[in-house]
């Protein structure tokens, strides 16, 4: 007889808010997916869902359409029934998003995405204009049709924008907010938003994690700033993984995650509080 190698525990799941579908803790980012051409790209995603990744992010603008080729490159071959889907689209009037829902199915490969949100909310006036544009309407269209099954908003500029979003009489399945160390310091998603999600039953998506790389700038490790995130009330942690051994990394910290005491998520605020109190760390919440 031959020794056999003990299997590898599962991916940790959670269940995407109201939605009831379950998800891996660890969502594989899509802007990471086009960066590397589409031989790496295609690797990634396949590695990332063997290893037992189940969700994944993408979006149409990103590398101008290139993430989601690869991405649906990569879903062929039976790789598609074993994910939970997500792109995102920037249509503010009904025509806009119907022709980028469109255009992302065809580069997808696939007749619907599990989750599509409306990306990137970052103007106090677009809450509105959305809805006078019948962006919503566009969106329940293809919600009954068959071509999403769940709709969802994401904002990284500034909370009470996305909050406008929230007040709007729509049954939002999932939002997607930076969720770090930082931002617990500036323009907090996590106190602002969060909890209004939970309260909702709405599915939260968290991303971000090391702020693009600038957190490590405060000398907290990746891993401890993944497990920080992933201890907040999260369904999912999206992380932008560009190259396998990071993605082989992430994979192992999300395998091995265990709750963040109270007592070191503190001592992490406190550690990264002079350089996070002025959101200079945190490009994304400043004006582009």
Wanted: aromatic share 6%; glycine share 8%.
């Amino acid at each position: 007889m031959t020794d056999r190698q003990p299997s590898l525990p599962p991916l940790p799941t959670r269940v995407l808010g109201r939605t009831g579908q379950s998800v891996s803790i660890l969502g594989l980012g899509g802007y990471h997916v086009g960066a590397g051409g589409p031989e790496l790209g295609v690797r990634l995603v396949r590695e990332a869902i063997d290893a037992g990744v189940t969700f994944l992010d993408n979006a149409w603008c990103y590398h101008q359409g290139r993430s989601e080729e690869i991405m649906g490159r990569a879903l062929a071959d039976g790789y598609r029934s074993r994910v939970f889907l997500m792109t995102k689209n920037h249509g503010r009037d009904a025509e806009t998003f119907r022709r980028q829902l469109d255009q992302s199915l065809r580069r997808l490969g696939v007749h619907h995405v599990d989750l599509l949100q409306l990306h990137d909310i970052c103007e106090p006036e677009e809450p509105q204009f959305i809805l006078r544009h019948r962006v919503l309407d566009a969106a329940m269209e293809a919600k009954s049709a068959g071509r999403i099954r769940f709709l969802g908003v994401t904002g990284h500029f500034r909370p009470e924008i996305l909050e406008k979003m929230l007040d709007l009489e729509i049954p939002w399945d999932a939002v997607q907010v930076p969720v770090n160390l930082l931002d617990a310091h500036f323009h907090s998603f996590q106190q602002r938003i969060l909890p209004r999600l939970r309260d909702r039953g709405i599915g939260v998506i968290g991303m971000k994690s090391l702020s693009s790389g600038q957190l490590l700038k405060t000398g907290v490790a990746a891993r401890d700033a993944i497990r920080y995130a992933l201890s907040q009330p999260i369904d999912v942690l999206v992380s932008g993984m560009d190259r396998l051994e990071v993605l082989r990394e992430n994979i192992e910290t999300a395998r091995s995650f265990e709750p963040m005491t109270p007592q070191r998520q503190k001592e992490l605020l406190d550690q990264v509080k002079p350089l996070a109190v002025k959101g200079h760390l945190e490009q994304y919440k400043h004006p582009h």
